[in-house]
């Protein structure tokens, strides 16, 4: 199994306050993803990471921001909470080969968040 | 954009049944195609890959070929087991600089003993 490790894996929390959900990898990958997983909707893109302090925008990542200062880190924060962002959210890796159409995605448990 | 459309489930089967779930595309290009399998409570693993037309993936029992004159990439198996039992995945990787995957919204598939 690819070393990727979410913290916390469960989170109950309160609307309007901050939130961050930490990815760690021991794999060296250089790409970082964070999804999250909704009902109806399967895996979202948030924001990605191509490599240290190099992130941009995915398709759902109004309200979020992220941050990677070091290769096996990658940060996740709901600067303000609101029960929108109840999901599940998981943080992949992948190697970022010389082949970009035939990458291998590795991903985490997944952490389970609930905003009241 | 690049999307992937998949059928609504749960797909609920008896052991020893044929399965199929349907994954259709829409992708500039020529995409990579995947199938992921989450059970529960885990995080989502890699099942099959194709990377061009024609292709088959294969593994597990499960196979897709990659239609390119259809946009389709159905995963089929000819056995299920009741162990098969979790979420399915079709997925597409397009020819961008990010290399992020689109996901479907998944298919549940149950299987009875």
């Known amino acids: 199994d690819a070393g990727i490790t979410q913290s916390p894996r469960h989170k109950v929390t309160e609307t309007g306050t901050p939130v961050t959900l930490r990815c760690h990898q021991t794999e060296n990958h250089r790409y970082m993803y964070w999804y999250r997983q909704d009902p109806g909707h399967g895996l979202r893109l948030i924001h990605y990471?191509?490599?240290?302090?190099?992130?941009d925008k995915g398709e759902v990542s109004d309200g979020y921001s992220v941050s990677r200062s070091k290769t096996e880190d990658f940060l996740l924060t709901l600067e303000s909470a609101t029960s929108s962002q109840t999901s599940v959210y998981f943080c992949?890796?992948?190697?970022?080969?010389?082949?970009?159409?035939?990458?291998?995605?590795?991903f985490g448990s997944g952490t389970q968040l609930s905003v009241l | 954009g690049d999307s992937v459309t998949q059928m609504e489930g749960p797909v609920t089967l008896s052991e020893e049944a044929f399965l199929t779930i349907n994954c259709t595309y829409t992708?500039?290009?020529?995409?990579?195609l995947f199938w992921y399998v989450q059970y529960p409570g885990e995080g989502l693993q890699l099942l099959l890959k194709?990377?061009?037309?024609?292709d088959k993936g294969s593994n597990k029992g499960f196979e897709a070929t990659y239609r390119k004159e259809t946009t389709s990439f159905h995963l089929e198996k000819g056995s299920v087991q009741v162990s098969d039992s979790a979420v399915y995945f079709c997925a597409l990787s397009g020819d961008t600089g990010r290399r992020a995957l689109t996901f479907g919204s998944g298919t549940r598939l149950q299987v009875q003993p």
């Open positions: 992949a890796i992948s190697e970022g080969g010389i082949h970009p159409t035939n990458e291998k995605l590795f």
């Open positions: 990471s191509y490599g240290v302090k190099d992130t």
């Open positions: 992708a500039t290009g020529y995409p990579s």
């Open positions: 194709a990377t061009k037309a024609d």
